[in-house]
């Protein structure tokens, strides 16, 4: 799997929208982008990935850079309850296993 | 609807034991994996069962670790002469189906082992 590269850690107050960026510049064209979050003592809870077009669900949007070598997960309204460890993960067509990094702990202030 | 079940939640044995880790994943999930999580270090894989097909082992750290899938449902995790190196937090994952990058995969909350 493409290695990801993600800020160590960032600050957000509550209420407002956080950008989470990942870099993934070895991306190939059947990489699909992922993104799942820790919170403490919790195992890993899936946000929302894409491939090519940009995305959005109930929890986040994710927007794919139109080269795919980036990514940024945007939090519209951040929470106390989004304080986590945000992991950006890059699977293929054919991949199984999960490869995590050490992903972006975000802190949100109140 | 009912998330992946792991039990125990907590464990703790002594070092020497044998002990069995368990994962019910979600109903008509076709897929299982099994990562574990050490005290400052990241998640990493271990094994991963489909369907019938032989399990990919390829994450297991040794040939004290093993894993059954019985019935394409439960599964379980065993580890025969635990270490303290072994302490960590055991996850179970499943998914819709195997491969393909377009699948999430759902995670339980873990075993959290702890070897004396």
């Known amino acids: 799997d493409a290695k990801t590269t993600q800020p160590n850690s960032m600050e957000s107050n509550e209420e407002e929208p956080v950008h989470l960026p990942c870099n993934h510049s070895?991306?190939?064209?059947?990489?699909?982008i992922h993104w799942y979050r820790q919170l403490p003592s919790q195992g890993p809870e899936y946000v929302i990935h894409?491939?090519?077009s940009n995305v959005n669900n109930r929890m986040a949007s994710l927007a794919i850079a139109e080269d795919r070598k980036s990514s940024t997960l945007i939090l519209h309204r951040a929470t106390l309850r989004d304080a986590a460890v945000y992991y950006c993960?890059?699977?293929?067509?054919?991949?199984?296993?999960?490869?995590f990094g050490a992903g972006t702990i975000l802190r949100v202030k109140s | 609807g009912a998330g992946v079940s792991q039990s125990p939640s907590n464990k703790v044995t002594e070092k020497g034991k044998d002990v069995e880790l368990r994962c019910d994943p979600i109903?008509?999930?076709?897929?299982l994996y099994w990562y574990r999580q050490s005290l400052g270090q990241g998640l990493e894989f271990l094994i991963y069962?489909?369907?019938?097909?032989?399990?990919?082992k390829s994450g297991l750290p040794s040939d004290r670790f093993s894993a059954e899938r019985t019935g394409g449902s439960v599964s379980t995790l065993t580890i025969q002469r635990t270490q303290q190196e072994d302490s960590a937090v055991y996850l179970c994952?499943?998914?819709?189906?195997?491969?393909?990058?377009?699948?999430?995969?759902?995670f339980g909350d873990g075993t959290r082992l702890s070897i004396l």
């Open positions: 070895t991306i190939s064209g059947t990489d699909y």
């Open positions: 993960i890059l699977r293929d067509v054919s991949g199984n296993k999960l490869v």
């Open positions: 894409g491939l090519t």
């Open positions: 069962f489909q369907g019938n097909s032989a399990p990919d």
């Open positions: 994952a499943s998914s819709l189906v195997s491969g393909g990058g377009n699948q999430p995969q759902h």
């Open positions: 109903s008509g999930h076709t897929a």
